[in-house]
T-cell receptor, first 112, second 114 residues
Framework: KQEVTQIPAALSVPEGENLVLNCSFT??????LQWFRQDPGKGLTSLLL?????REQTSGRLNASLDKSSGRSTLYIAASQPGDSATYLC???????????FGKGTTLSVSS | KAGVTQTPRYLIKTRGQQVTLSCSPI?????VSWYQQTPGQGLQFLFE???????NKGNFPGRFSGRQFSNSRSEMNVSTLELGDSALYLC?????????????FGPGTRLTVL
């Protein structure tokens, strides 16, 4: 059974700092991995999608990497801003390609 | 291009009642998936509909059901509500079924069961 873990559960950093969020999964046979952002009480905003054949994806100040063999992904946020404060969720598409399996998320707080 | 919309945004029901939630996908998207989000369990997959057919179902009791219409709009129904059904219900759409495409989520429906 696929399990997704995100560490740390919460993170506080000062504005301008570069940071890394971690995601690990137990079954390396995945279709893809997606990073989302969720603001309090809101839905999910898709940030980056990495297909299983890819190693990384970049969008603006965000860079996500994928290492299937070790069951890990990282989301790198450069020059963090207060507007980046949110919960970041990673999700893997399970081996059967039938459902996204989510981690519990990392809640990021960026102070000005 | 309009995003995924969900109605209603908030619902308050009592135990034993039933509820129907609605999701309109992004125009042209044919797959709609439903998820339940609670503080304890996080986000859990309920089911996926593609071209009016349920493709996959998560590990939820039969009280949770859904359907999809020819215009790809989807409804989710929960019968005989329990306190534990209080959650944020999110739907997501994609162009093709979820094996191939990025998922786009709606704002969710917050259901409170009293």
């Amino acid at each position: 059974k696929q399990e997704v873990t995100q560490i740390p559960a919460a993170l506080s950093v000062p504005e301008g700092e570069n940071l890394v969020l971690n995601c690990s999964f137990t079954d390396s046979a995945i279709y893809n991995l997606q990073w989302f952002r969720q603001d309090p009480g809101k839905g999910l905003t898709s940030l980056l999608l990495i297909q299983s054949s890819q190693r990384e994806q970049t969008s603006g100040r965000l860079n996500a990497s994928l290492d299937k063999s070790s069951g890990r992904s990282t989301l790198y946020i450069a020059a963090s801003q207060p507007g980046d404060s949110a919960t970041y969720l990673c999700a893997v598409l399970n081996q059967a390609g039938t459902a996204l399996i989510f981690g519990k998320g990392t809640t990021l707080s960026v102070s000005s | 291009k309009a995003g995924v919309t969900q109605t209603p945004r908030y619902l308050i029901k009592t135990r034993g009642q039933q509820v129907t939630l609605s999701c309109s996908p992004i125009s042209g998207h044919r797959s709609v998936s439903w998820y339940q989000q609670t503080p304890g369990q996080g986000l859990q997959f309920l089911f996926e509909y593609f071209s009016e057919t349920q493709r996959n179902k998560g590990n939820f009791p039969g009280r949770f059901s859904g359907r999809q219409f020819s215009n790809s709009r989807s409804e989710m129904n929960v019968s005989t509500l329990e306190l534990g059904d209080s959650a944020l219900y999110l739907c997501a759409s994609s162009f093709n079924h979820i094996s191939y495409n990025e998922q786009f989520f709606g704002p969710g429906t917050r259901l409170t069961v009293l």
